[in-house]
C-alpha cells in the first residue's frame, strides 16, 4: 500500500467516524426531546387529574348548597302555604257563619 491508499483510507475512516458521530448526536437528540415531552405530558395528565378534583370538589359544594336552598324554600313554601289555608278556612267559617246568623 502506498501513501496515498493510507490518506485515501484514513479519509474513509474519519469520514465514517464523522457519519457515526452524527447519527449518535442525532439519536441523543431525539431521546431528549422524547424524554422532554413524556415528562410535560405527565405534568400535563397530573394537571388534569388535579382539576378534576377540583371541579368535582366544586360540583359537590355546589348540589350541597343547592340541596339546603332547595330545602329551605320547601320549607318556607310549606309555611306560607299553611297560613293560606288557614286564611281559607277562616273565610270559609265567617261565609258559613253569615248564611247562618
Known sequence: MTARDYLELGGLIVGILVLLG??????VVVKTDIVAVKTK???????????????RKDIKDVKDDFNV????????????H?????????????IINSKTG
Open 22 to 27: 452524527g447519527i449518535i448526536a442525532v439519536y
Open 41 to 55: 405530558i405527565v405534568a400535563m395528565e397530573k394537571d388534569i387529574e388535579e382539576m378534576k378534583e377540583t371541579h
Open 69 to 80: 336552598r332547595f330545602e329551605s324554600i320547601s320549607n318556607k313554601n310549606r309555611e306560607d
Open 82 to 94: 299553611q297560613i293560606l289555608f288557614n286564611k281559607v278556612d277562616d273565610l270559609k267559617d265567617i
